[in-house]
């Protein structure tokens, strides 16, 4: 009898083996196939975000749900919203020291140690989300990206994009050109960098003081995201004048690990962080579009009236990104390059976009 259960037994992973490939060690046990078996791995992961921040933050706690329970809880990510680890913006040398494994920002919050990285959030009056994810993955966008990160010992992969992002609240109107002469904006980027060159004073400033720098006129406009997150920070009460979109026209958010420690995850982890993120890309594009949506009914309904840009103003913001990209250029090589792979792919891409969502948005 022992023989014969023996023998089938035999029969019987020799079959499955044949069928699913696996070798017996893997079928009997002796060789782990599952991930979930793996010893448990734990990621601290910082982001630029205050707890349960919509969308950004929120779609981080999503992603680490995902990693969770695709890796059968052999994955842990610890998300830490900001200043409870790391200060908001101390993220990037915080990953890039080892001090914590990963972070998610924005790649433009770091062009102090490198101009190029400004770009990797995208380029004022340049391409759009979808045009961007195509450069990333399939124009060089990422090669670029990994090969500029890993001086600084990381590995970045994008984490969601905002879509358009409105052009900003002002306390009067824009008519012309020449009415943003000596305006104090909050704005930071290129896009300040451009505003800068239109007569605009760019300012920085924290989040937390924003609108009381609005209300008492100490700064004359500023931009956010859009109408999803604008609405929150009540700068219509303060400064009803809502432009549409030129300067962040789908600003890409990064997550990006320490490269050592990336590299020392199984092949199987690696994998599955890489196609949470991009889950998460695609998620918070998505959610961003909804809530920006339902927003704008809302801001509608609070009698917030939405302006573009008078044409002399954008013709003179084309000019200056010109000039602000050949400034860069010549100051720095990276710049010099990344800028160039991206605007060998908007020369690509354009042409098609125009011919396809362009026109069809264009007749709907
Ligand atoms: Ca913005």
């Not at 100051?331 to 010099?336: L, P, Q």
Request: with cysteine; proline share 5%.
């Amino acid at each position: 009898m022992k023989r014969r259960d023996f023998v089938k037994g035999a029969v019987a992973v020799g079959a499955a083996a044949t069928l699913t490939g696996c070798t017996r060690e893997m079928i009997e046990g002796k060789k782990s196939v599952n991930v979930a078996r793996r010893k448990k791995v734990k990621l601290k992961l910082a982001t630029s975000w205050p707890a349960n921040f919509p969308i950004m933050g929120t779609g981080v706690d999503r992603f680490a749900e995902k990693v969770k329970a695709m890796s059968g809880g052999s994955l842990e990510i610890k998300v830490y919203p900001k200043n409870i680890l790391v200060p908001a913006l101390a993220v990037f040398d915080a990953t890039s020291s080892g001090q914590i494994d990963a972070f998610h920002s924005g790649p433009y919050y770091w062009k102090g140690k490198n101009p190029a990285f400004a770009l990797f959030s995208g380029l004022p009056l340049g391409m759009v989300a979808s045009e961007l994810n195509g450069w990333m993955n399939y124009g060089g966008g990422y090669d670029l990206w990994r090969e500029l990160y890993a001086r600084y010992n990381l590995y970045p992969f994008m984490g969601g994009n905002t879509g358009v992002q409105m052009g900003g609240w002002f306390r009067k109107p824009i008519e012309s050109l020449a009415d943003l002469k000596g305006l104090k904006m909050r704005i930071p980027g290129l896009g300040g960098e451009v505003m800068a060159k239109l007569g605009v004073n760019p300012i920085l400033l924290p989040a937390g003081e924003i609108y009381t720098a609005l209300e008492r006129g100490t700064i004359d406009a500023t931009e956010w995201v859009g109408p999803a997150l604008d609405i929150r920070m009540g700068f219509y009460k303060v400064a009803p004048y809502y432009y549409t979109g030129w300067h962040e026209p789908g600003s890409i958010l990064e997550l990006t690990f320490n490269k050592a420690r990336f590299e020392s995850l199984s092949k199987e982890h690696r994998a599955i962080l890489h196609y949470a993120a991009e889950a998460m890309t695609t998620e918070m594009y998505h959610e961003f579009m909804d809530q920006n949506a339902k927003a704008l009914e809302k801001l509608k309904e609070l009698g917030v009236k939405i302006y573009d840009f008078p044409p002399d103003m954008i013709a003179a913001a084309k000019k200056a990104v010109q000039e602000v990209v050949e400034e860069q250029s010549a100051k720095s090589e990276d710049f010099k390059r990344v800028y160039a792979s991206m605007e060998a792919y908007y020369r690509l891409v354009k042409p098609w976009t125009d011919i396809s969502e362009a026109k069809y948005l264009a007749i709907r």
